[in-house]
C-alpha cells in the first residue's frame, strides 16, 4: 500500500489466509510468541505478588523469572516456591526434588513425595494460565492477532491446469479437471506423488506428465518403472 500499487494489493488480499479465531489458537506455558508481559501479568494475578518480571532471551531460548511473593502463599511447595516452579514451568525444565545423600560421596536421592507435589502444582498452575489468557476479551484480541501473524501466513498452493492444451494427445481421451490439475503439478514439481484412488486415472496423468515436460524441455529421457504386475495396464494406456 506505501508502495502505491493497489492491483498487487489487490491480488494479495484475495489470496490471503482466512484469519483464525481464538478457538484456532494453540497455546502453553512457555510459548515464546506470548508476549513476557502477560506471563509476568499472570504470575501477579495468581499469587498477588510484587515486583515479578518475566524475560526471555532469545539467542538462549531461556527464561528468567525474579519477583517477590508471600513465603505462605499456597501457590509454594515445602521444597520450592511459586517463583521457581514457574521459571522450570517456562523452561520446560526438570521440576525433581532430591535429598542429599546420607554419606558423601554416594548419589543423590529423588524425594518422590516433594517432586509429586511439585508436579500436582504446576499443572493447577498451568490449568489457571490457560482458564486466564483468554479471560479478558482486549488480551485476547492482541494474542488472536498476533498469533494470525506469526503463524497464519501460509496457504497451499492451488495447481490450475485448465490451461494446458496437451499437443499431440488423441481427441479420443479427455483428461478430467483433477488430472489436468495434477499434470501441471507434475510439470512445476519435479517430485509428486499422486495418491489418488484406483480408476482415478494416475496413468494417464503420468503419461501426460512426461509428455509435456518432455516437450517444454523439463526431461530429456522421461522413464516409467512400474511393478511386474502393472505393466500390461500401462502398456495399454500408451
Known sequence: KQANLPANVAALEK?????WGSENVSFFVGSTWIPTEHYAEFLTHLTKGTDIKVQFYAKTNSWNVTGQVDR??????NRRGVIDIFDKMLNSASQNV?????????PRILNVAETEAI???AK???????DWLFADSTRRAELVQI????FNTRVNRQN?????K???KTPLITLRRHQMNAVWRGILDNSVLYDHAVGAGKTFVAIARAMERRRMGLSKKPTFVVPKAGDLSAGDAQ
Open 147 to 150: 498469533f494470525n501473524e506469526k
Open 119 to 121: 508436579a500436582a502444582k
Open 160 to 164: 490450475n491446469g485448465g490451461h494446458l
Open 166 to 168: 496437451l499437443y499431440g
Open 15 to 19: 489470496v490471503q489466509p482466512e484469519q
Open 72 to 77: 505462605n502463599s499456597d501457590w509454594n511447595t
Open 98 to 106: 532430591y535429598d542429599e545423600p546420607m554419606q558423601k560421596g554416594d
Open 124 to 130: 493447577e498452575i498451568k490449568d489457571e494460565f490457560q
